[in-house]
Nanobody
Framework: VQLQASGGGLVQAGGSLRLSCAASGRTFSSYFMGWFRQAPGKEREFVAAISRSPVNTYFADSVKGRFTISRDNAKNTVYLQMNSLKPEDTAVYYC?????????????????????WGRGTQVTVSS
């Protein structure tokens, strides 16, 4: 699976952005998909994840209520809708895929559980 993230940019605090992650391959619908981010000088951290059907979604506490994650299997794409953005959301955002399904927080938040990664897309939120 090859992943390509897009949709990043510069936005003012309180604004919105929608990130997209396009995947190659015909088995996209079977993959567990995640978004991670890495701010300058910090470790990469979990943001959100979405399972295959029946869909379950998972979010980091820091984005819960502001971000949503969705997938369109017909388009082999997963989306991250980011609302009410804050300067602390500034980071490079990465999408990732795993052929396994996770229900435990300790698993889906663990970047080592994901086999495939896309290049990141920069999100900058100005104050």
């Amino acid at each position: 699976v090859q992943l390509q993230a897009s949709g990043g940019g510069l936005v003012q605090a309180g604004g919105s952005l929608r990130l997209s992650c396009a995947a190659s391959g015909r088995t996209f619908s079977s993959y567990f998909m995640g978004w991670f981010r890495q701010a300058p000088g910090k470790e990469r951290e979990f943001v959100a994840a979405i399972s295959r059907s029946p869909v379950n979604t998972y979010f980091a506490d820091s984005v819960k209520g502001r971000f949503t994650i969705s997938r369109d299997n017909a388009k082999n794409t997963v989306y991250l809708q980011m609302n009410s953005l804050k300067p602390e959301d500034t980071a490079v955002y990465y999408c990732a895929a795993s052929p396994r399904t996770y229900y435990s927080r300790s698993y889906y938040e663990d970047q080592n559980r994901y086999d495939y990664w896309g290049r990141g897309t920069q999100v900058t939120v100005s104050s």
